[in-house]
């Protein structure tokens, strides 16, 4: 054989092993060259929130505070929460603006204080209200903390059960619940129980979005299954009872439930027709609305929320950044 058809040769079958040795596209490394870094150095960035005007307004958990961030990734700090308790999950948790912000100027929060879990009303830079209180903490875990205006106009909040399963399915309690509220706090009209609570069973809430009009959250498992549940009003999710599926009369089970080991979900959204659910143990799972999918973007490590943009970008918030992508 001449050495130019041996190295033919040779050349054809080190491709061929080549070809064989990439992996399925579905199993392919998760994409990092659509992500962008926005924002650094941040102090348990925790939820963001848009303003009319496309401005985003963010809290960080332990630094206590609510920062703006222009298109161009320059971060603002507008006001420091006081009388905020710093645990290992509390702090200043979830924000969302009012629809009705061009005429009234008012943003919402979810914060932890030294007694309970607390919604409360402000315009930017001023004193916050509080319009619900009462939502049990834990010494350290299980606040809940996400809220978000719903189609409907109201205002909804996932909360924790305080480290106490039995306030999931007393629904007198407001722990482990996804609460709907009015503006000013109160019981929003059409509650299944005429009371703030639209669904319980749950143990630790992080995550709420409407896809197709129905509403998805994620909850944290305790030890063996996290959970993408859709909810609809007055249903109960099991838990202490359940942890993922189970088959208790009157319980529902979740669309899909992970090991807790791979997922531990946080902040949720809807964009471009699937569902981005953040994970505490790295990357961030995109999902169909059945929960079938997988992570991207695991070099980020932690993250924690996940929200669309009104400049059609996807926001991906780690405890230390904040990320633009197109959901690749």
């Not at 960080?60 to 703006?68: G, N, P």
């Not at 909850?219 to 299954?225: A, E, F, H, Y």
């Not at 609809?232 to 080991?261: H, I, Q």
Request: hydrophobic share 35%; proline share 6%; with cysteine.
């Amino acid at each position: 054989m001449s050495l130019r058809r041996t190295l033919a040769a040779t050349f054809a079958a080190a491709t061929a092993v080549s070809i064989a040795a990439v992996p399925a596209a579905a199993e392919a490394p998760p994409s990092t060259q659509a992500i962008r870094q926005l924002a650094s150095g941040l102090n348990q960035a925790w939820s963001i929130d848009f303003l009319p005007d496309g401005t985003g307004v963010f809290t960080q958990k332990d630094a206590r505070t609510i920062s703006k961030i222009d298109k161009a990734g320059k971060v603002t700090t507008v006001q420091t929460i006081p009388g905020v308790s710093v645990t290992a999950e509390a702090g200043l948790l979830g924000i969302a603006v009012s629809p009705n912000y061009a005429t009234d100027q008012t943003v919402f929060i979810y914060y932890t204080t030294s007694s309970d879990n607390r919604i409360a009303k402000l315009k930017l830079g001023q004193t916050p209200t509080p319009i619900v209180t009462g939502i049990p903490r834990g010494s350290q875990y299980h606040h809940g903390g996400r809220i978000r205006f719903g189609p409907d106009g109201y205002l909804y909040a996932g909360t924790g059960d305080g480290q106490n399963g039995a306030n999931a399915q007393n629904k007198n309690s407001l722990g482990g619940k996804v609460l709907r509220v009015t503006t000013d706090g109160a019981a929003a009209p059409g509650n299944p129980f005429n009371s703030r609570v639209y669904s319980y069973g749950h143990r630790n809430v992080q995550g709420l979005t409407w896809a197709n009009g129905q509403l998805y959250i994620s909850d944290i498992g305790s030890n063996k299954l996290d959970e993408l549940n859709k909810i609809e009003p007055g249903k109960n999710y099991g838990w202490p009872t359940c942890e993922g599926p189970c088959n208790t009369a009157g319980m529902t089970n979740p669309v899909k439930s992970w090991p807790t080991s791979s997922a531990t979900p946080s902040g949720l959204a809807a964009y471009k027709g699937s569902l981005y659910m953040a994970s505490l143990k790295g990357g961030t799972y995109k999902l169909d609305l059945n929960g079938n999918g997988g992570k991207l973007w695991t070099n980020l490590g932690r993250t924690r929320d996940a929200t669309a943009g009104p400049d059609g970008q996807l926001y991906t918030i780690t405890p230390g950044a904040l990320y633009v992508s197109d959901g690749s």
